[in-house]
């Protein structure tokens, strides 16, 4: 177990430990599993003008509200569905961000018709994730050329909420970069399991 004194990134400073956990357990872990990468995407839309700790204390309610991100299933949503989420206290109530979590698992589904949607976004990395050195926070950039393609990309097959800072902070969430400040003690394991891993498109 990490101790108190453990350096982290410094954006994990607000004490929560669900937010260390997160930072501790999955940020940066490369993630290839479709809904899990489903899930990343549409809470990252959702985190827009919020803050990802808001977010990520919903993410259970966000589970239950749309069955579990399973892409098929949120597909197929209606109306009611839309009023039944605006209703739900428990995940953010935004008509626009919930409608396009809707038409984005529609726009992933019909990606999935030909492929994995993991190889898809891995593609755009060659499977091979970007491993930064940053000494502090303000070194990492808010969006780079690959977030840009991959935002352009997604939203030329339907995506919404899918701008190049959203997809750039997916990216480093799902492990396609590894953001963890070298002083931090997540920073070798991560590119470790990056470097291991057998990612789509390598």
């Known amino acids: 177990m990490a101790s108190s004194v453990t350096?982290?990134?410094?954006?994990?400073?607000?004490?929560?430990?669900?937010?260390?956990?997160?930072?501790?357990?999955?940020?940066?872990?490369?993630?290839?599993?479709?809904?899990?990468?489903?899930?990343?995407?549409v809470l990252e839309g959702f985190q827009s003008g919020l803050s990802w700790l808001t977010v990520l204390k919903k993410r259970e309610n966000f589970r239950k509200a749309f069955d579990d991100f399973e892409a098929l299933?949120?597909?197929r949503?209606?109306?009611?569905?839309v009023q039944r989420l605006m209703a739900d206290a428990g995940i953010v109530r935004h008509q626009q961000k919930i409608e396009a979590a809707i038409g984005n698992a529609k726009a992933w589904v019909e990606i999935s018709k030909s492929m994995p949607v993991s190889h898809f976004l891995w593609?755009?990395?060659?499977?091979?994730?970007?491993?930064?050195?940053?000494?502090?926070?303000?070194?990492?950039?808010?969006q780079t050329d690959v977030s840009k393609r991959i935002s352009k990309a997604l939203k030329a097959e339907g995506f919404r909420?899918?701008?190049?800072?959203?997809v750039y902070?997916?990216?480093?969430?799902s492990g396609m970069v590894n953001d963890h400040l070298v002083s931090c003690f997540r920073h070798a394991?991560?590119?470790?399991?990056?470097?291991?891993?057998?990612?789509?498109g390598r």
């Open 7 to 41: 350096n982290r990134c410094p954006w994990t400073g607000i004490g929560d430990p669900l937010y260390t956990r997160y930072h501790d357990e999955e940020w940066g872990v490369p993630l290839t599993d479709d809904r899990l990468l489903f899930e990343k995407l």
């Open 77 to 81: 949503y209606k109306d009611r569905d």
């Open 169 to 173: 902070a997916f990216m480093q969430s």
């Open 73 to 75: 299933k949120v597909s």
């Open 123 to 142: 593609g755009f990395i060659d499977g091979q994730p970007q491993q930064n050195k940053l000494s502090s926070l303000k070194d990492a950039p808010a």
């Open 161 to 166: 909420f899918i701008g190049p800072t959203t």
């Open 189 to 200: 394991p991560c590119a470790k399991l990056q470097a291991k891993l057998k990612v789509p």
